[in-house]
Structures are given as C-alpha cells and as structure tokens.
C-alpha cells in the first residue's frame, strides 16, 4: 500500500522560505514522477510542481515559477518542495502525490504566510 507522509510546513512571514519534505513507501518511488498540490481554504487543489522520475526535468504553474524549487531523492524515496519568497496566496495544505495524482491523498502539511 503507497503512503505519502508530507511535513515541512509551518507559519512563517511574508518573503520567509519553507522546505517541504514528502515521504513515499509502498512503490517503486524512483519509476515515478512525482508532484506537489495544494489545496486553499474554499478551493479546489491544484497542482504546484512536478519533477521526472529521474529529476531531471521540472515544471511549475506560473504562480510559483522563479520562488519555488521541486527536486527529489531516490535513494531516500523523498521529493522535496523549497518555497522562497512566500506570499500569503501560497497559504494552503500542501500535499505530494504521483503527477497524475494516482496515489491515495496523505495528510499533507499546512503552509501560512502571515502578511
């Protein structure tokens, strides 16, 4: 059974940087591409970042392109999400999945940027 423990998350201010950690067990993490989401209070989730099973490629929706850095290790079955530069739209329950989002939902981790 795939679980995805994410954590990392926290108050922090405007302009304040966060490194999100997303935990994968039960699959072959290093055959996947992987990805983060959020989801805001009132709204749907939303995808964030994406990174190739291998790393090598990224991509990110424009909100987040130049401030946040997806990257991944295999040999620790962890993604990671480095967030610089926070704005309070960025607060949300953040949440790692497969990039098409295949895997069952974690508990995320919640993200407040206090303006």
């Known amino acids: 059974q795939v679980q995805l423990v994410e954590s990392g998350g926290g108050l922090v201010q405007v302009g304040g940087s966060l490194r999100l950690s997303c935990l994968a067990s039960?699959?072959?993490?290093?055959?996947?591409?992987m990805g983060w989401y959020r989801q805001a209070p009132g709204k749907e989730r939303e995808f964030v970042a994406a990174?190739?099973?291998?790393?090598?490629?990224?991509e990110y929706v424009d909100s987040v392109k130049g401030r946040f850095t997806i990257s991944r290790d295999n040999a620790k079955n962890t993604v990671y999400l480095q967030m610089n530069s926070l704005k309070p739209e960025d607060t949300a329950i953040y949440y790692c999945?497969?990039?098409?989002?295949?895997?069952?939902w974690g508990q995320g981790t919640q993200v407040t940027v206090s303006s």
């Open positions: 990174v190739s099973w291998g790393g090598g490629r990224t």
């Open positions: 039960g699959l072959s993490f290093s055959k996947y591409d």
């Open positions: 999945n497969g990039k098409s989002g295949g895997f069952s």
